[in-house]
Nanobody, 126 residues
Framework: QVQLVESGGGLVQAGGSLRLSCAAS????????MGWFRQAPGKEREIVAA????????YYADSVRGRFTISRDNAKNTVDMQMNSLKHEDTAAYYC???????????????????WGQGTQVTVSS
């Protein structure tokens, strides 16, 4: 079992920044990859970014590449996502997720992830 708790969401103006954090517990954190997903009302959940077990490999959705940065601290069992230059279309509930069975590269598909946090809301006003 893996427990994930997100924090750091909130309301921000367009062009601003937020930093999301996800705290993990229950299994050796460095043994699984992590991802951030988001879901806006009426839309499907989509990948935002993912990071490998060691942190040496990352993946970004085209819509956030260059603006968001995912990182992890295996000593603290946390994965963060720094979000800069936020846009109104970034408004969504953001979820962190754990991929226990992935390989060397982080995976981008929803079905690859085994455990999910409860989500944190990010609202970007235009």
């Amino acid at each position: 079992q893996v427990q994930l708790v997100e924090s750091g969401g909130g309301l921000v103006q367009a062009g601003g920044s937020l930093r999301l954090s996800c705290a993990a517990s229950g299994r050796t954190f460095s043994s699984y990859a992590m991802g951030w997903f988001r879901q806006a009302p009426g839309k499907e959940r989509e990948i935002v970014a993912a990071i490998s077990r060691s942190g040496s490999r990352t993946y970004y959705a085209d819509s956030v590449r260059g603006r968001f940065t995912i990182s992890r601290d295996n000593a603290k069992n946390t994965v963060d996502m720094q979000m800069n230059s936020l846009k109104h279309e970034d408004t969504a509930a953001y979820y962190c997720a754990a991929d226990l069975w992935g390989g060397f590269y982080p995976r981008s598909t929803y079905s690859a992830y085994d455990y999910w946090g409860q989500g944190t809301q990010v609202t970007v006003s235009s």
